[in-house]
């Protein structure tokens, strides 16, 4: 009955991928679309979340009536800058802007990678 469970991962397996020590979603619609909901970029809020060992990322319902879908994780990169910098690239946030929560230290990392990502980005157009 255990190893039932041990499987439900299965089906998500292929939208992910490590990349630089950190376990992120390549494709933020394929495992919402898994779990029939519809992704719409405004119902969505980025929850990222660290400690000095682990560093994770949500994608939440602003309603809080559907269930978060893990977008990044890693256990040994903690809340340094460019830790932050290699999920917002991963998870491709410049196309999706979500509104972004979390504690105080991780939002103003998070804000301060988000803005050197679009002064970048205007640098190569």
């Not at 619609?29 to 990322?57: V, W, Y």
Request: proline share 2%.
């Amino acid at each position: 009955m255990i190893s039932v469970y041990r499987k439900r991962h299965e089906d998500l397996v292929h939208f992910f991928k490590m990349e630089r020590g950190l376990v992120v979603c390549t494709d933020i619609d394929g495992p919402m679309q898994t779990r029939n909901i519809n992704h719409n970029t405004l119902e969505c809020r980025l929850f990222t979340d660290s400690s000095k060992l682990s560093l994770k990322a949500l994608l939440l319902h602003n309603g809080n009536t559907l269930p978060s879908i893990p977008v990044g994780h890693s256990v040994r990169n903690n809340e340094l800058y460019g830790n932050l910098k290699i999920l917002m690239e991963a998870i491709n946030y410049s196309k999706f802007k979500w509104q972004i929560c979390g504690d105080l230290k991780v939002i103003s990392l998070t804000f301060w990678t988000t803005t050197r990502i679009h002064k970048l980005l205007l640098l190569h157009v």
